[in-house]
Every structure is written in C-alpha cells, then in structure tokens.
C-alpha cells in the first residue's frame, strides 16, 4: 500500500537542491512563459456537443465543459461518475458510495431524467427508469467527454437538463501496434485492470479493450464488472471513412446494508445490469465545405434488481427491465466563410419489457401479484437544424429542432446564443433556449400494478437563460462567471392514489436559478490552484420550500509536464436534504479531500512506465445522502501504468 507520505515524498525532484537560486529563478520564468502559452492554447478545445459539428470552444455559445483522456488519467478515477462530480454544475448523488457504483446525474439543479447521457451519440438513458448508466462506461475507452449544461434540445432533443456527451478513443494509424496495460489494487481488493490496443491493418485502423473491476466492498457494495469495446475504422476513398464500434459492460453489484430491516428480517440486494451496443457511421466529404454524415445504431440495456431476506432467503421484491433501441441519423454540415451549419434528421423506436416481483409476505401484505409484465414501447422523429454565425469576434448561433414522438405529440425547441471575443483571452457568452423532457415511458404506459400509467402526461419543458464571462486578462490567472435561470413548467409530479398506488401528473412549475465561478492559477514552478463553487436555488411554485444545492471545489496541482504529477482534490457538496427529508438520515458537512500521485518513467523512445497511488477522503470525512449507504473513510490504493 502506499501511505500519504510517500505520495508526498514523490514531490521532490532528485537534484532540486544542487541548483543555484538565480538559476532557478530563470528556469522557472522560462517553464512559467511554455506553461503560459500551453495553459491558454488548451482553453480553446474543438468541441461538436453543442451544435452537433465540429467549431472552437472559443465561438460556442453553450455553457460547456470538456474532460480529456489526460485530465481523467491525472485524477486516478475509477467511473465516468466520478469523473463528473468535479464539473462545477454538475451534481452526482453517488447513492451507494463505493468503489464504483450506480449514481444520479443533476445539472444546474435539474433532474436526473432531465439529463441526457450519450456515447458517441447513442443515447444510455433507460427507457424504463430514471438514471443514465455511465458508471458502466469504462474510463480508458474514453477521448473526452464533452457537458452542455442547460437545454440542449435544439441539438439533442430531449435534454431540458443538459447533455452529457462520451467520445470515445480514434483508431491507431501506425502499423506498430500502440497500447497499454494498467491494473491498480486497493483496500477491500477493489482491484481494476485491464489493457488496450490500437493501430492499423492494412487499410483498416483498430482500437480494442478490455477491462475488469471488482472489489468486495469499501462499504456494502460488492462489485464484479467486465468491459470489452472495439472500434474499426476504413476509407475506400480519401473522401468516405466508415467507422463501426461495438461495446459491452456486465456489471454485477450485490449489497448488504447492515441498517436495512423489514419484516424483522435483514435485507440483501443484487443489481445485475448489462449494456450491449452497436454503432455505425459513414461520413462523406463532397468538398471541403461540405460532408455528409450517416449513423445507424442499436443498444440493449437490461437491469435485474431483486431484494432478499437474508435470514429465511425469501424474495421479498425485485424489478427486472431490458430496453432495446434501434436509430439513426443523418446530417449535412457546412463551414465556409462565416458559416458552420448543420441540418440534420434522426429516428428511433424503443421498446421495453419490464416485470415487477413481489415475495410472498409483501405480495401478502399489500395484496398485489407475485409478478407483473408491462411492455411500454416509443417511435420519435425529429429534424433540426443551426448556424454558427462568425463575423469579426462574435459568433452567433441560431438553432431549431422539432421533436415528435407517438405517444406525447411534438415540440419544438429554438435557441439563439452568442459569443463574443472581447479580447486575446477573454470571451463572453448569453444563451436563451426552449428545452424538454419526454416523461419516462413507464410513466405513460405502465411501470407495475403500484405505478398507474398516464397516457396524457406531457413534456416537461424549459425557457432557459444562462450569460458569462471567461477572462484571462490578468495574464496568469483565468477567471469565470455564468449566471443561470431556468423556468420549468409542466414539472413531472407523483400523486399517491393510496398507500401503495401512485400517479404521475404534469404539476405546476419550478425555477432553478444560480451562478458557477471559477478560477485557475497559470503553472508557477510547477504549481497551480484551481477552486470553483456552484449554487442553485431550485424554487417551486407551491407550498413546497425552496432549496439551495450547493458545491465548493478545490484543487492544488504539482505538475512538471514530464515525469511528475500530484493532486490534492477537495469537494463539499451541500443537498439541503438534512431540514427537507430528515427521514433520509444524510450527512455531508465535510469537505472529502483525496491526495493522487502518479510518477512516469521513460523505459525506451516509445515506452513509459508510471507508478500512481491514490489516498481516498484522507480525514475521513461524511458525505451521503441516505442513512443506510454511508460513503467509504479513507482508503488507500496503488497501481502501474505502462505504455507503448
């Protein structure tokens, strides 16, 4: 294992001390000039989340963040999950802190279902519930990952919350195959291995996984998870590259909270869950202005969750889903002059079998059937289109889509944002978009004899406005501002029938206003600082009190850009669950401060090898929102890297 100290005692260079203090002083002012250049050119990121084609950071409109493969690597993490709680707006409930675990997703204050998740663009919602499953999705297939936060339907459809969009890994181009093997090992033998391989075979370029988690629980979770992908790329033509990926994820979750009791009995669980995928894409160039871009996509999801009695080993419920998706899209982008335009079309139908289990003595109790099957299914359509306008310093970003599905009719979904360049490093933005939620399926058609379908609900939407500012003025220093104001009506509500009935309606409407900021220190002698703190008032038109979500973050970073990086990361994340649902038991008044070291070594030209350890909520600290699955104390893991 490795102990704090000696992650800290990986700070110190070997020959920090034999050099003179002058020596250093230049050597520091020239690493301050590389890292100034280097800190500011990686602020202006190509991103395609926001409108669907590749254009600047710089000329996007959206409040975005992007994530790469380098800055998940330097974290150490485990789950997208993880990844994600440090994007400042974005909330992530762990529910059962552990090792690696399902999780809810909450932008700006929205709700989960209000998220929408994609991997590549297949979209990992469930049909049949209200979670996205990224914890699922394994961190070394992924190249960024890509947050709008806020409506995104104008692009995206339903996503009155935002869009969370995974872009996975390019195929190699060598014919020497590049890859890499890495395996770490903590406390409760949570271990996660596996290893990667890309290049090119003849006219065809490859990219493969494969990957394994598992651990016998920080806490009650006990997890075994396997992850394969592949992705092959081929272009019959300098003007046609034709992609097809493939994924599969099984993880497998059992638990056993020590708290959980009914019927004078002690309760286990299982979630087995699996997510299969397919995705094609043909992209076209007619010119240098204009492409084509065709994908076609299926994805299975299935979840099997089963609560026992320990004590008699008797069912006492379960719920068991598989979804299946079949769709596609087709787009046409243009980008000459001051234009970068997309119009685009896409479809899909969707279907699930969901079953509901009861065991004898709660099927007794609340006299309902042992099982129940229902068999919600959905068709949508949609087109939509926008332009990113660029003249001089201001890009301006008009956008439509109209969304139609068979079961709650159509919408339509404008935008309109700018952005402008008011200066070398300083960029300001002001959006306003119309966003929706289409309502989980099971709301509309049947979820299980205690859920009683609404065939009438409607989509949940949104009037959103967000205005900030990003400035590097000062030089060493970036500065961030975004205000945020969204106004939801026909908010998704249940009404309790009876004690054991529910029913979703279209309630009233609730406004989620609030202000991200940030800032980050440029590298001074290898060292910077980052600290963000988030806030959202989320204000019902009810009786209802209001409620403040907050998140401060803080991050110091050591890095010398060549065989040495060191993390100290720590995060508060306020609920205001403790006044509104005491029932819950939560607790979360501590910051959770994790220490991550990570040393490369330079084995030949084209190998390295790198040691990393992790210190997990180094004071121990409570964060979790229900009684029965506190978060882990601190823990302890390690492991290697090596690359070729």
């Given amino acids: 294992m490795i102990s704090a100290l000696s992650l800290l005692a990986l700070a110190l260079p070997a020959d920090a001390a034999r ?95 209000q998220v929408a998740v994609k991997i590549d663009g297949v979209p990992l919602n469930l049909l049949s519930g209200d979670i996205a499953m990224t914890f699922e999705v394994p961190l070394q297939i992924i190249e960024r990952i890509e947050i709008v936060k806020g409506a995104a339907s104008s692009a995206w459809g339903s996503a009155l919350g935002g869009v969370i969009n995974i872009i996975t890994k390019e195929t ?28 090119k075979a003849g006219p065809v370029g490859y990219y493969l996984h494969a990957g394994r988690q598992e651990s016998q629980g920080l806490r009650v979770n006990h997890l075994l998870k396997n992850t394969l992908f592949g992705k092959l790329t081929a272009t019959p033509t300098s003007d046609l590259t034709l992609t097809v990926s493939s994924g599969f994820m099984d993880p497998d979750i ?38 084509l871009h065709v994908n076609l996509h299926s994805i299975r999801l299935a979840n099997d969750s089963t609560s026992t009695m320990i004590q008699s080993n008797r069912l006492y419920n379960g719920n068991r889903s598989a979804d299946k998706t079949i769709g596609g899209d087709i787009r046409l982008t243009y980008s000459s002059g001051i234009h970068n335009a997309v119009l685009g079309g896409e479809a899909s139908n969707g279907d699930t079998e969901v079953t509901t289990q009861f065991g004898p003595i709660l099927s007794a109790a609340l006299g309902l059937p042992a ?60 959006s306003v978009a119309r966003g929706f939620t289409t309502p989980v399926l099971t709301q509309m058609q049947g979820g299980g004899p ?26 060493y220093l970036n500065l961030s501002a975004t ?66 979500n907050y998140v401060t973050q803080l991050r110091l970073r050591y890095d010398d850009r060549k065989s040495l990086n060191i993390d100290l990361y720590g995060q508060q994340t306020w609920w205001n669950l403790v006044n509104s649902q005491p029932a819950q038991g939560a607790k979360y008044n501590n910051f959770i401060w994790d220490l991550t070291a990570t040393k490369r070594f330079q084995l030949t030209d084209t190998t390295t090898a790198e040691i990393f350890g992790t210190v997990h909520n180094m004071f121990s600290g409570s964060s979790y929102t229900y009684y029965l699955y506190e978060n882990p104390q601190r823990w302890v893991e390690g492991g290697v890297r090596f690359k070729f």
């Fill in 254 to 291: 059992s638990y056993a909270p020590p708290k959980a009791f009914k019927f004078g009995e002690n309760l286990k669980g299982r979630l087995d869950s699996s997510i299969f995928f397919i995705n094609s894409v043909a992209a076209y160039r007619f010119s240098d202005e204009l492409s």
């Fill in 172 to 199: 190699g181009d060598t014919v020497l195959p590049r890859g890499g093997l890495y395996g770490s090992i903590g406390e409760a033998k949570s271990l996660d291995y596996g290893g990667e391989l890309s290049g």
């Fill in 450 to 475: 205690m859920l009683t379908p609404n065939p009438d609900l409607k989509p949940e939407q949104v009037w959103s406005y967000q205005a900030g500012i990003e400035t590097g003025a000062l030089d």
């Fill in 371 to 430: 099982n129940s099957t229902v068999y919600p299914d959905i068709t949508r359509s949609a087109v939509y289109a926008n332009d990113t306008v660029t003249i001089g310093p201001v890009s301006v970003t008009p956008g439509i889509r109209y969304d139609h599905n068979d079961i709650a009719g159509g919408f339509v979904s404008p935008s309109l944002g700018f952005a402008w360049k008011v200066a070398d490093r300083t960029v300001a933005r002001a």
């Fill in 19 to 113: 050099k003179p203090a002058h020596l250093e002083a230049e050597l520091a002012l020239a690493t301050t000039r590389e890292d100034l250049q280097l800190f500011w050119d990686e602020k202006d990121l190509i991103v395609e989340s926001a409108t669907r084609t590749d254009k600047p950071l710089s000329q996007t409109a959206e409040n975005m963040v992007v994530i790469t493969a380098e800055e998940i690597e330097k974290m150490n993490a485990h789950s997208v999950d993880e990844v994600l709680s440090r994007v400042p707006g974005v909330f992530v409930d762990f529910g059962q802190p552990d090792f690696v675990t399902t999780s809810g997703l909450y932008i700006q204050g929205s709700k989960s279902t």
């Fill in 483 to 548: 205000y945020f104001r969204h106004d939801v009506k026909d908010e998704l509500t249940q009404t309790v029938l009876s004690p054991i009935m529910v029913y979703t309606v279209n309630g009233g409407k609730v406004t989620r206003q609030g202000y991200e900021l940030g800032a980050e220190t440029v590298p001074f002698y290898y060292l910077s600082l980052k600290a963000a703190f988030s806030y959202v008032r989320i204000s019902p038109d009810s009786d209802l009190s209001g409620q403040d």
